[in-house]
């Protein structure tokens, strides 16, 4: 699913209505007609219906979802703010639809002063004051009826967007200046800012209409995000011949786990094999020998003579991926270790976790990383690597992307909708995942699998892709049969197999 700018947004409507014989208004009749249907089939007839229109074409579906309501047995207010004396023509000629058989309640149209009605625990807001072509924080007037509504006890559903949240970038704008709203009806597609941990306040429950603009438009148009999806990934999965032996599945190399920490090593590794490395190898720490040989019999031990931390690296000619990070810890020793492992890497490789927080600490090492390198923070390690905090989801992103950009590799900002940064400034966000899989070790789990496809042969974009969804999908599938609140790191590994099968199926 690609995800369109605001520009973009407005261009697939104008498309739609130029090539497919559609005039603006019956465009917008069809949009509303999808709105007034999620509305009627949440409540009844005898809820109040009060009904916020602005002045733009946000405003024009309000007005024609008002007069469908209100054909269909609903007591509707409305309030139309025109307060520059200016209404867009679909605007306008809802309003006059809206009044030709006087179906409404209550109908104000308000120019300078307001009066605002009582808002009660049975009524529903419907929000239409404004859409995706919001480019700045609202103020005045329009900011106080927003806090209005905020504060009131009555359900509020917007119309394509909360007013007040603009459609990619809220890094600046007025936080209490912004519906709250229990439901959102976004036409078509999600907007940018609808994937962002910070702005989920202002959604509520999000529910795509698909009111069937433009396919043409939008398979030819190109975007920088969109959403890998389940068919995405299918046509990514690489054959396995009958034939094969372990030799020519790919030999994945883990550095992984401190003393105190084998249990990174151990999950990084399970997820490696479990996810189709023919060998895995583990360059793990003396002390933690015997757990490691106990605990994943068949992966193969490469020793560090060191007791307690990873202080030598490996050659790499043997290896078809490396997987670097996970509980390695931050002595100085690992340190000089971890850069030198990754200079000396002559294969695709895999940085996370203790690693990234090194590099991090050590910012000037970031011009010896390899091209094509991948990385897998979540929002703080970007914040150590990029030695800036960032004020929102908008701005991790930005930073995330010029990191991938700046280091010519993949930057994975991990969250609920993980996102994968390309070197060309492209991003694709995950699809897959939940609020289980917010437990210590699922970082380390990813970085196993990601490995394990870079070893089986995948490119680095693609394994990426498909690690980050196969790690979200076994997920998933283990809320679904234990739930969220008992999800561990291993759960999501003994989900694996059960995400492969349905991927292959």
């Known amino acids: 699913m690609k995800i369109f700018t605001s520009q973009q947004i407005n261009d697939l409507d104008r498309y739609t209505i130029d090539h497919e014989r559609i005039t603006s208004l019956d465009l917008m009749e069809r949009a509303a007609k999808a709105i007034a249907q999620v509305i009627a089939g949440i409540w009844q007839t005898t809820t109040p219906m ?8 946000n405003g024009g579906d309000a007005l024609a979802v008002a007069r469908i309501l209100a054909d269909q047995g609903y007591k509707v207010s409305v309030y139309l703010f025109n307060i520059h004396d200016h209404l867009s023509d679909e605007c306008l000629a809802n309003k006059t639809r809206l009044l030709e058989k006087k179906r409404v309640a209550d109908f104000k149209e308000i120019s300078v002063n307001f009066d605002p009605p009582v808002l009660e625990k049975n009524m529903v ?20 009826l927003v806090k209005y509504i905020n504060q009131s006890p009555a359900k509020v559903v917007s119309i394509d967007m909360p007013s007040g949240l603009m459609t990619e970038d809220n890094t600046y704008n007025i936080k209490p200046n912004i519906i709250r709203a229990d439901l959102t009806l976004t036409i078509q597609q999600k907007k940018l800012s609808m994937l962002f941990a910070d702005n989920q306040q202002y959604l509520g429950q999000l529910r795509i209409l ?18 890998v999806e389940e068919n995405d990934i299918r046509r990514l999965l690489l054959p396995r011949n009958d034939f094969v032996h372990k030799g020519m599945m790919g030999h994945a190399l883990i550095v992984a786990g401190s003393y105190g920490m084998a249990g990174a090593a151990i999950l990084t590794s399970r997820a490696c094999m479990r996810s189709g490395a023919g060998k895995v190898s583990i360059a793990t720490p003396r002390r933690n020998y015997a757990i490691m040989q106990t605990t994943i019999p068949e992966a193969i031990l490469k020793i560090d003579h060191e007791e307690t931390y990873f202080s030598e690296a490996l050659p790499t000619e043997d290896y078809d991926a490396i997987g670097i990070g996970p509980g390695i810890g931050q002595h100085e020793n690992t340190a000089i270790a971890l850069i030198a492992q990754i200079r000396r890497a002559q294969c695709p490789i895999v940085v996370d976790a203790d690693a990234l927080n090194i ?6 090492w970031m011009q010896q990383l390899p091209r094509d390198i991948i990385m897998t923070p979540h929002p703080a390690e970007l914040d150590r690597l990029t030695g800036m905090q960032s004020n929102g989801g908008y701005e991790q992103l930005s930073r995330a992307r010029d990191l991938a950009e700046k280091v010519k590799g993949y930057v994975i900002l991990k969250g609920h909708y993980s996102a994968l940064c390309m070197p060309d400034g492209k991003v694709i966000f995950n699809s897959t995942g939940n609020s289980g899989m917010a437990t210590a070790g699922s970082g380390d789990v990813l970085t196993g699998i990601i490995t394990a496809l870079l070893a089986r042969g995948y490119a680095q974009a693609e394994a990426c892709m498909l690690g980050m969804y196969l790690h979200g999908l076994a997920g998933d599938l283990a809320a679904k049969e234990i739930g969220k609140e008992s999800l561990m790191a291993s759960d999501i590994i003994k989900y694996l197999p059960q995400a492969f099968k349905r991927l292959n199926d």
Do not use: C, M
Not at 359 to 364: E, I, K, M, Q, S
């Open 50 to 57: 009060v009904v916020f229109a602005g002045p733009g074409n």
């Open 125 to 144: 807001v419907v929000d239409g004051l404004f859409g995706t072509g919001l480019n700045k924080p609202l103020a005045g007037g329009f900011a106080s």
């Open 210 to 227: 698909d009111i069937r603009l433009s396919q043409e438009y939008i398979a030819k148009t190109d975007t920088q995000y969109r959403i």
């Open 359 to 364: 590099l991090g600490n050590h910012r000037a």
